[in-house]
């Protein structure tokens, strides 16, 4: 089946930088989300994208649908402490019977 | 509006045994998914309920089952329990069934079979 790639696995940075974190598929989807899962939760939509080469906003965060439609990518601007946690990107192809398929996760530290 | 509810957070069980969890989702929202999570195979797509009815399924055993009731309230049961079935249970609701668009996920059910 299809994958999603997303890497590093881990990311470090300093508070303050910005960061982004891209995914990648093998197919092409019609939706990409974008979300956040801290420890002993579940994860958290951050970004809804529908539209090839779509920009969406949410604060800080910042993603993109990629215009060949199997790419997005994340950036979080101006990094704080709280933004640690998983973040996983999730892809949609089209179709009424496909299914949301999950990357494997960047997990992102801030360091004060 | 509540968030997606599931209970019980947590769970251990013995091998052989069965577990049954639940979700109650969004107000309003008819499509109840079901995922498997695991450090080592991340998010896993188990399967989809809308009204009442099973719309997708992932490529899990037959031990996997689940239900959804009028209300949208959603089950899911694990029978005869094995180690490797360890993992945090997500349940995830949606408006619509697929194509969904976003899904919105609950804390989990952890479930530690020993």
């Known amino acids: 089946g299809q994958q999603l790639n997303q890497s590093p696995q881990s990311m470090f940075i300093q508070e303050g930088e910005d960061v982004s974190m891209n995914c990648t598929s093998s197919?092409?989807?019609?939706?990409w989300l974008w979300y956040k899962q801290e420890p002993g939760e579940g994860p958290v939509l951050l970004i809804a994208?529908?539209?090839?080469?779509e920009l969406t906003s949410n604060g800080r965060l910042t993603a993109q649908f990629g215009i060949t439609r199997k790419d997005s990518f994340l950036n979080i601007s101006a990094s704080i402490p709280s933004d640690v946690g998983i973040y996983f990107c999730a892809g949609q192809e089209t179709g009424a019977n496909s299914k949301l398929t999950f990357g494997k996760g960047i997990t992102l530290s801030v360091r004060p | 509006k509540a968030g997606v509810t599931q209970t019980p957070r947590y769970l251990i069980k013995t091998r052989g045994q069965q577990v049954t969890l639940s979700c109650s989702p969004i107000?309003?929202?008819?499509?109840v998914s079901w995922y498997q999570q695991t450090p080592g195979q991340g998010l896993q797509f188990l399967f989809e309920y809308f009204s009442e009815t099973q719309r997708n399924k992932g490529n899990f055993p037959g031990r996997f089952s689940g239900r959804q009731f009028s209300n949208s309230r959603s089950e899911m049961n694990v029978s005869t329990l094995e180690l490797g079935d360890s993992a945090l249970y997500l349940c995830?609701?949606?408006?619509?069934?697929?194509?969904?668009?976003?899904?919105?996920f609950g804390p989990g059910t952890r479930l530690l079979v020993l």
């Open positions: 197919s092409i989807f019609n939706t």
């Open positions: 107000s309003g929202h008819r499509s």
């Open positions: 995830a609701s949606s408006p619509k069934a697929g194509p969904w668009g976003a899904q919105y």
């Open positions: 994208l529908y539209k090839a080469g």
